[in-house]
């Protein structure tokens, strides 16, 4: 069984070429795809110098990253799915090894990597207190926003893809909400180019959203769900409560 590494990126020139090199000499990795989000600089030719199918990204926008790794599955070849990001400066085959392992030995559906640095300012401020009040069962993890994950195909055509960059923190919650055997993985060391403070500011409202809407749905189902019931499976109790709840 061998995986494919799928690697979103715009604009990442400078440090494609050492995530490709780093993917290719995994031994667990037969197939690299670099997804191209219509990069103004020599990201598409320093990715396939390195060896890796480049494909270009459906749709334009900034940011992307949700429609980069739903293009980059739909282009994949194989059962097993990793999907890392392309800014990563100290990239090593051993991250990837170690992100892929848990799904290669039958241990997990999806795996989650987590890394040694400081917990970024969305992580801190947004992820972790909107998941611990609507999703406390997802909010254990170190860093829900990292973009290393691993999983089988199945796990990832179930799930949805976020179009921005609330698709990290989508994936997780749809994951672990779908009963699939979710493991944390420590990685290493991660050190990556920081975004800029507007970018921080996006991110945090396209995280939060995607949290956000997913507590509304899980709550519309839950009141279609109560709603839809036969009348005779409605306990007095039950049927008390709602009156109160409506009357409050």
Do not use: C
Not at 130 to 136: G, N, T
Not at 150 to 155: I, P, Y
Not at 178 to 190: C, L, P, Q, S, T
Request: charge should be negative.
């Amino acid at each position: 069984m061998r995986a494919t590494v799928i690697i979103p990126a715009k604009n990442e020139g400078p440090t494609i070429a050492k995530v490709v090199q780093a993917a290719k000499q995994s031994q667990s990795v037969d197939e690299v795809i670099v997804v191209d989000g219509h990069s103004d600089d020599n990201t598409t030719e320093e990715a396939r110098k390195a060896g890796a199918k480049v494909v270009m990204q459906s749709k334009r926008g900034y940011p992307a990253k949700g429609i980069a790794m739903r293009d980059g599955l739909r282009a994949a070849r194989n059962d097993v799915i990793a999907y890392v990001d392309a800014d990563i400066v100290n990239m090593e085959p051993n991250m990837i090894e170690q992100l892929l392992e848990p799904i290669m030995k039958g241990e997990a559906d999806f795996v989650k990597g987590t890394f040694e640095r400081a917990g970024g300012r969305v992580t801190e401020l947004v992820a972790k207190p909107l998941l611990k009040m609507f999703f406390p069962e997802a909010s254990g993890f170190s860093q829900p926003l990292g973009g290393e994950i691993a999983g089988r195909r199945w796990v990832f055509e179930q799930i949805k893809f976020e179009e921005n960059w609330g698709v990290d923190i989508g994936i997780l919650i749809d994951v672990v909400k779908m009963g699939a055997r979710v493991k944390e993985v420590h990685i290493g060391f991660k050190d990556h180019i920081m975004k800029p403070l507007l970018d921080l500011q996006e991110m945090a409202y396209q995280v939060a959203e995607a949290i956000i809407k997913r507590a509304e749905a899980e709550n519309a189902l839950k009141s279609v769900a109560w709603i839809s019931r036969p009348a005779s499976k409605i306990t007095h109790h039950e049927g008390a409560e709602a009156e109160k709840q409506q009357e409050n």
